[in-house]
């Protein structure tokens, strides 16, 4: 059995106890909301923080409210509060949709979106108990030197798997941060980069308080994924999108691939494909093909990889009919 090693457990109230004890403890504390994917990381000591700052008791983290605007969703709400919110699904259908794709029910009371957000990446030769990891002299990505998918790669390879991601891009999401000199937002496309290791742009001090989603009028949306075991499984590729239409022709495109690499990949040449166009199966059978050009799958998840490529065009082919034809949401 894994055991989860020692540590040390705070429970702040507020955002600003949470950053003082984050300041006060320095790189060896982490926060954590549900833990549904840092203690399982603890337990295979992946990450090994002395100190834990839990985030459930922090109120204003827990805050969903959906409005003229849009939707603000606090960091800490949780995976299954947003999916039973009625105006949550009422807007947005894909996110709440890709929301359900998340692992378990168990999981998802549990589990947040800011959670999900922050996921480690994800890797075959990493996803691994200690021993296991031993047994091949570790990697790159922790306590190792070599990286086991591409022997001859600078960089760690390990893949950006959280489902509400390509969907929170297309739907042009910020992130709020609040470190102690203040707070900023910013777009949630740019909180990644493409590095396995340092996947992500946030400092590891500043903590993430908040989720704004604008409004989604006019907006058709839909998310697919592709994964092994349909009851619960990580994505091994996903697509969200969004089309907005004005008239009869497409304004504005945005399609997003995740699992295909470190980072989430827009799909920029499909998106001006479709710009303009009528969003018929012609523009939506080219642009399919146009982005699973950026999608490079590695040989370090689930399935093989040629395949996955391969898949990306007909997987964001279904993601554009299912916006055309507005059914993005699968009723539970
Ligand atoms: C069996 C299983 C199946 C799973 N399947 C899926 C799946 O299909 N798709 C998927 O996307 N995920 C999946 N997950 C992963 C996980 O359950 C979800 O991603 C969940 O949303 C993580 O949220 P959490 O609150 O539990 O994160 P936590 O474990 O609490 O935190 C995750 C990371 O974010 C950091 N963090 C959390 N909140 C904040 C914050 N507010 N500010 C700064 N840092 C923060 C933590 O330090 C940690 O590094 C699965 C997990 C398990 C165990
Ligand atoms: S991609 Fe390479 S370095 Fe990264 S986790 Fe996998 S084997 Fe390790």
Not at 35 to 40: A, E, I, M, R, V
Not at 104 to 126: I, K
Not at 234 to 261: Q, T
């Amino acid at each position: 059995m894994m055991r989860l090693p020692k540590f040390r457990y705070y429970a702040p109230t507020t955002v600003r106890e949470a950053l003082r004890i984050r300041a006060g403890e320095g790189p060896d504390a982490a926060y954590v909301a549900g833990g549904t994917d840092l203690y399982p990381n603890m337990k295979r000591r992946q990450q090994t923080p002395k100190v834990v700052i839990g985030l459930s008791r922090v109120r204003a983290l827990g805050r969903l409210r959906v409005g003229e605007s849009g939707a603000s969703i606090g960091a800490a709400v949780t995976l299954s509060a947003i999916e039973t919110h009625r105006r949550m699904r009422r807007a947005y259908p894909a996110l709440v949709h890709a929301i359900e794709e998340i692992s378990t029910p168990p999981l998802r009371n549990m589990g947040t979106l800011g959670g999900n957000l922050l996921l480690d990446t994800r890797c075959n030769y990493y996803d691994q108990n200690y021993e296991w990891r031993q047994a091949i002299d570790f990697c790159m990505k922790k306590d190792g030197v070599i990286c086991w998918v591409a022997p001859g790669s600078p960089k760690c390879l390990a893949v950006q798997s959280a489902d509400s991601v390509p969907i929170l891009i297309a739907l042009s999401a910020r992130a709020v941060l609040a470190s102690p000199e203040g707070e900023r937002e910013v777009p949630v496309e740019d909180l990644y980069a493409n590095d396995g290791i340092h996947y992500l742009t946030k400092r590891p001090e500043e903590l993430l308080t908040e989720i704004r989603v604008p409004k989604s009028e006019g907006w058709r949306t839909a998310y697919r994924k592709l994964r092994r075991r349909g009851s619960f499984d990580f994505p091994v590729l996903s697509v969200g999108v969004a089309v907005r239409l004005e008239g009869e022709r497409v304004a504005e495109a945005r399609i997003v691939l995740g699992a295909v690499a470190s980072a989430p990949v827009r799909a920029t040449r499909a998106e001006a494909i479709l710009a303009g166009s009528s969003f018929d199966m012609a523009a939506i059978t080219e642009a399919a093909r146009a982005a699973a050009q950026p999608s490079k799958p590695m040989d370090n998840t689930d399935f093989s990889f040629l395949w996955r490529k391969e898949m990306t065009a007909r997987w964001v082919s279904q993601a554009l009919r299912g916006a055309a034809s507005k059914g993005s949401l699968r009723k539970p």
